[in-house]
Every structure is written in C-alpha cells, then in structure tokens.
C-alpha cells in the first residue's frame, strides 16, 4: 500500500523494523507500537491513529496464526488462547475503523482470513474456526455497512512463503522424521500452479481490493492460492 503512494499506520510489536525495511518513496510507513495481545493497546489504536492522522480511508486486519495441533489435543486454555490472540483484537479494531469511516461517508476494510475457512487442513483447527468467525463478520459488516459508504471483503491467503511457514514445515519435518524440502513438497503437490505464493501476491490482492478499481466489489471473498481450492 505505501508503494502505491498510501500513508500506512502499520501496528506491529516491533514497529521501527517493519518502518525501516520500507524504501520506496512513494508513500510512508508511520510504526505504531501495538500488542494485539494487550486489550489496552488495541483499543486505542484507531483512535490514536485518527487523532494523528486526521481520517482513515482502509483498514487491513491481519492477526497472527495460533499453534498447529490435532483437534483431540486441543485444551481449553488453546480455544481462549486463540479467541485472545485471533478474533477479540480483530473485531474491535474493526468496529472502531467502521465507526470512523462512517463517519467519513467513505472506507475499505480487508479481513485477512485463510482458504482453511473454506477447506481446513489438518491441525488447522484453532485457525479455521477463529478466522471462520472473523469471516462471517466480514459478511455482516458488507451487509450493512455497504448503504453507509463503507466495503467491506476477506483475502484468503492458501500456502504462502512466510516465516510461520517455514516454522510449519520445520515443525512438521520434526514430527515426521523428514526433512523440510520434503513437506514442503507435500504442500506444493496440492496445488496446480506447483508453487506457494510469496507475500508480494497477497499484497498484491489486498492493494487491488481497497482500491477504487473494485469501488462495487463489497461482501467478497477473494482467495489466492493458484487454483488448490477450486470454488
């Protein structure tokens, strides 16, 4: 987005790194610390950023992944762990962002969710039902905040070359007595285009999404995966 010429108020626990890989001169990257784990922090956010930054035209939600672990092995300290970590900070960031755009009679908001919403995976419980409930709210938000100016739509990443997914893999060639490479080709095999996406791609989609070339698009769910969930 900031390479697109956008102002981007990136919330991040480390925020001067993430400001500091950025290059381009076309936008700006402004850091603000934010540990979405601390309810306090989360609530001041959008607020925070308003009060700065004057207005808030497009807000990406993007929470991190909780562990990997077979459905029979979850506890309930893995549910309110993963409630905690996925969907609280989420919805609350998103309805502050819904109130102030609003109030701008204007405003884009992406919910980055996963294609697990859709086809789950194995061990993929916590992150498919989590991100399942933040995918219906993207639909509810669509629904009645279309007629007030405001869109809002889910990305859908499948497998994408992440650092979480390489600590996947590493986890998984551990379990499995094999090696890294070997998982990964297990992962590939499933998808038609015989590749993982890289991050560029899904940025790609998100910056496409909140622009004014999908002004009709509202409710949707884009998924980019290179054809493994074919629906």
Known sequence: ?????????????????????????????????????????VNNLVNQVVREQGRLDIMVINTPGPRIVPVLDVCDDDWEKAYDLLVRPAVKIAHDAAKQMV????????????????????????????????????????????????RVNQVMPGATGTDRMESILASKAEKNHTSRDEELKKIVELIPMGRWAEAQEIADAVAFVVSDRASFMTGSSLQIEGGAIRS
């Not at 980055?112 to 989590?130: E, Y």
């Not at 991100?131 to 993207?138: D, F, I, K, P, Q």
């Open 103 to 150: 109030k701008q009679g204007s405003g884009s908001i992406v919910f980055i969710t996963s294609t697990w919403v859709k086809q789950p995976a194995h061990g993929g419980v916590l992150s498919a039902m989590m991100r399942s409930a933040l995918s219906a709210l993207s639909k509810q938000m669509a629904l009645e905040l279309a007629p007030l100016g405001v």
């Open 1 to 41: 987005l900031a390479s697109e010429g956008a102002l981007v108020a990136a919330s991040s626990r480390n925020p001067q790194q993430l400001a500091a890989s950025y290059t381009n001169e076309k936008g700006k990257i402004l850091p603000y610390s934010t540990d979405l784990g601390d309810m306090d922090q």
